[in-house]
């Protein structure tokens, strides 16, 4: 299975918050979108830059700026809790939101809302989704956005399973994955264990 996993302490301890089934709504936001921070920071550090010139006080020399256009793609809605971490180092990026929820009997994903902006072969897209379970909504997100020009594209959630991990290795090849942790397995509801809930009610308290 291809997938990086971001290993850092401070990672490791906001997890553990956002398992603990007493965690109120607030804290889980907030360990979240540190979490996010913390991921951005450690996938853009693989950011491509081009050189241009810039005048200091002093003289002439050489700054650097990322190379490529970025689109943040938060799946709905609990992709939005990870939003907020990438616009902090990307703050002119597009964001496009893509509304998937999976279907409680078939386990497959429903699409009820999309805004897919033009010229996707341009920029890097990021997916958004903190729950990598059965890899379905992800992958259907990803179709959507290839067939609308995208080439180059990135999955973050924080949370993945070994069956969703494979299913967009296999569907997806050229996707980049990354994830806080790699849990054991999903049960037999498709929900990943140990897993941290449904990260959607768990964020907005609903």
Do not use: W
Not at 167 to 190: G, Q
């Amino acid at each position: 299975m291809r997938c990086t996993v971001i290993d850092h302490s401070i990672i490791k301890a906001d997890l553990t918050v956002l398992r603990d089934k007493d965690t109120p709504n607030d804290l889980f936001r907030s360990s979240l979108a540190r979490i996010s921070e913390i991921m951005a920071v450690e996938i853009l550090k693989q950011a491509e830059l081009e050189p241009f010139k810039i005048n200091t006080p002093l003289e002439e020399t050489i700054g650097y700026r990322l190379k490529h256009d970025y689109v943040l793609v938060p799946i709905l809605r609990a992709g939005l809790g990870l939003l907020d971490g990438f616009l902090k180092y990307l703050p002119d990026s597009t964001v496009s939101h893509i509304g998937v929820f999976r279907d409680e009997q078939t386990n497959q994903p429903n699409f009820y809302y999309s805004n897919i902006p033009a010229k996707l072969h341009l920029s890097h897209c990021i997916i958004l989704d903190p729950m990598l379970a059965t890899g379905g909504s992800a992958s259907f997100v990803a179709d959507r956005l290839k067939e609308k020009g995208a080439q180059d594209l990135t999955l973050v959630s924080i949370v993945a399973a070994p069956e969703g991990i494979q299913h967009i290795n296999n569907a997806h090849h050229n996707i980049s994955i990354y994830a806080a942790t790699v849990d054991r397995e999903l049960n037999a509801a498709k929900y990943i264990l140990p897993g941290l809930g449904d990260a959607g009610d768990r964020l907005f308290g609903t």
